[in-house]
């Protein structure tokens, strides 16, 4: 099994930055791919930015290409989002997940989820 914890949500004023971690543990030899998606009130939990573990290919949502960037540090098990420039449209609850996919594209099957973390954008 895999844990993932992820934190890092927060208040913030639109135009602001926020920076999202998750830390896997487990068996985390298992995992290929990492990503993060969201899901807003009343809305149906989409898919934000992931990377491959080893080959370091990342994927963006087009919604935030340009302001969101994922970052890993493999040596922590850990994976990051940097949001900048935020709108009131990203606020939702944020969720990290994790695949053992190791096919070279965007996973379809995401095993292990994180918590989730708040980010709120205030207008």
């Known amino acids: 099994q895999v844990q993932l914890v992820d934190s890092g949500g927060g208040w913030v004023q639109t135009g602001g930055s926020l920076r999202l971690s998750c830390v896997a543990s487990g068996r985390t030899f298992s995992i290929y791919t990492m990503g993060w998606f969201r899901q807003a009130p009343g809305q149906e939990r989409e898919f934000v930015a992931a990377t491959n573990w080893g080959s370091g290919r990342t994927y963006y949502a087009d919604s935030v290409k340009g302001r969101f960037t994922i970052s890993r540090d493999n040596a922590k098990n850990t994976v990051y989002l940097q949001m900048n420039s935020l709108k009131p449209e990203d606020t939702a609850v944020y969720y990290c997940?994790?695949?053992?996919?190791?096919?070279?594209?965007?996973?379809?099957?995401?095993?292990?989820w994180g918590q989730g973390t708040q980010v709120t954008v205030s207008s």
């Open positions: 997940a994790a695949s053992p996919d190791s096919t070279p594209a965007l996973p379809r099957v995401w095993n292990y």
